[in-house]
């Protein structure tokens, strides 16, 4: 059995950001200011880029980077913010971007840090959602896919800084083993770099 496997195809992932774009151009077709789209860092980059290219209407990005409880070892749903964002967001129309909503612990920071900014509204956008995970209770108003209790990697999604750059969306098969083999994917993904790096 292949490490990990494709669970959505990039082709699956390029029409359902089309589609989530268009969302969002009808939703803020009027508002009074442009909204803006607020990029969690890191693992939204692939999917604001790709997002913000579809999107058929006048709008902003900034840029939020959050240390998480996640990293850190602690289930608290204490989140750092590392970057914040450099617009004003008073008044404005304010989307965040998450690539993956799980235990919903950091979004429900995210959120209740950016009410106190005073926005017009705020609303929720992520690529992957799962729901089954879900400690505390967050309205996520558009979704691409919500997906099972498994642990994903590429389009933006990491593990220890890895494999952000594998354009589908990857299903690991054996969590425990890519802990203690961090470049288990490398040789089916890249295989010549797989090669180099075997022992001789
Ligand atoms: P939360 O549990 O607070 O909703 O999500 C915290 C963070 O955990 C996410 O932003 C994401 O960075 C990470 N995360 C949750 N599930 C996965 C997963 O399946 N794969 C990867 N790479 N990261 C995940």
Redesign the pocket.
């Known amino acids: 059995m292949p490490p990990a496997e494709i669970l959505i195809a990039r082709s699956s992932i390029a029409a359902r950001v089309r589609a989530l774009a268009s969302a969002l151009s009808t939703a803020y077709a009027s508002t009074a200011q442009p909204p803006v789209l607020i990029s969690?860092l890191q693992?939204s980059a692939l999917f604001t880029a790709d997002l913000m290219r579809s999107i058929a209407i006048d709008m902003a990005v900034d840029f939020i980077s959050i240390s998480?409880?996640?990293h850190s070892g602690s289930h608290s749903?204490v989140?750092k913010i590392v970057k914040d964002v450099e617009i004003d967001l008073s008044d404005r129309d304010v989307v965040i971007v998450?690539?993956?909503?799980?235990?919903?612990?950091?979004?429900?920071y995210l959120r209740r840090s950016l009410t106190e900014r005073g926005p017009h509204s705020l609303r929720t956008i992520t690529l992957?959602d799962?729901t089954v995970?879900r400690?505390v209770p967050v309205p996520v108003e558009f979704v691409g896919f919500e997906i099972p209790d498994?642990?994903?990697?590429g389009y933006g999604?990491?593990?220890q800084g890895r494999y952000r750059n594998v354009g589908d969306i990857l299903v690991v098969r054996d969590l425990a083993r890519l802990v203690n083999e961090p470049d288990l994917l490398v040789g089916s993904l890249w295989p010549r770099r797989g090669q180099r790096r075997q022992p001789t």
């Open positions: 969690v693992g998480s409880y996640a749903g989140v998450e690539d993956i909503v799980d235990t919903g612990l950091t979004l429900n992957l799962k995970r400690l498994v642990f994903v990697v999604l990491d593990f």
